[in-house]
């Protein structure tokens, strides 16, 4: 069982790594943010950067106690 120090730790380490994520995808140009690859989870990284903050939307969501099926990362 992890602890609340740990998942804060994990928490942390998650965000850091997203915002590596998002500051690299943010010198990508609109062409390499729509164009569809083969095996990648969605088919677009934009599609899949939207999926990763609806996620976030979600599991906030539902620590806040106030679930919410569909994210709005629009």
């Known amino acids: 069982m992890y602890t609340a120090a740990v998942l ?3 928490h942390e ?3 850091r790594s997203l915002q590596k994520l ?3 995808c943010a010198s990508l140009t ?3 943010l729509h164009r569809e690859m083969e095996g990648f989870g969605n ?3 934009q599609q899949q950067l939207e999926h990763i903050i609806n ?3 979600y599991w ?4 806040r106690g106030k679930f919410a ?3 709005t990362a629009e």
Request: proline letters at 8%; hydrophobic letters at 30%.
């Open 30 to 32: 609109p062409e390499e």
């Open 8 to 10: 804060r730790d994990i």
């Open 13 to 15: 380490r998650a965000h």
């Open 69 to 71: 099926e569909e994210g």
């Open 43 to 45: 088919p677009t990284v």
């Open 55 to 57: 996620a976030e939307e």
């Open 22 to 24: 998002l500051d690299h």
């Open 60 to 63: 906030l969501s539902v620590v």
